[in-house]
C-alpha cells in the first residue's frame, strides 16, 4: 500500500535516537522493504498505524513509497 495514506496516531509512547533512524532509514533504502511489517487498523479516520511509526517514516525518507503492512480490519 502507499505509505502516503498510512496515518500515525495522535501519541506515540516511543521514541528513538537520531542516529538509530538514519540507520534503519538508509537498511530501508537499500534492501528497498522493511524488515518487520508495521501493524495498522482500519478506522472511521483511514488506516491508522498501531505499529511500526518509525518503520513508516523511515521506508518515507529512504524514498520507499509503497510497503506491505498488516492491517486490522475487524473494527
Excluded: W, Y
Amino acid at each position: 500500500m502507499p505509505v502516503s495514506i498510512l496515518r500515525e496516531q495522535d501519541v506515540n509512547a516511543r521514541s528513538m535516537p537520531k542516529a538509530m533512524f538514519e540507520r534503519l532509514a538508509q537498511t530501508i533504502g537499500r534492501d528497498k522493504r522493511l524488515e518487520s511489517l508495521p501493524l495498522c487498523a482500519k478506522t472511521d479516520r483511514g488506516i491508522e498505524i498501531i505499529s511500526g511509526h518509525h518503520r513508516t517514516r523511515a521506508a518515507t525518507s529512504a524514498g520507499v513509497s509503497e510497503i506491505f503492512a498488516l492491517v486490522d480490519v475487524t473494527g
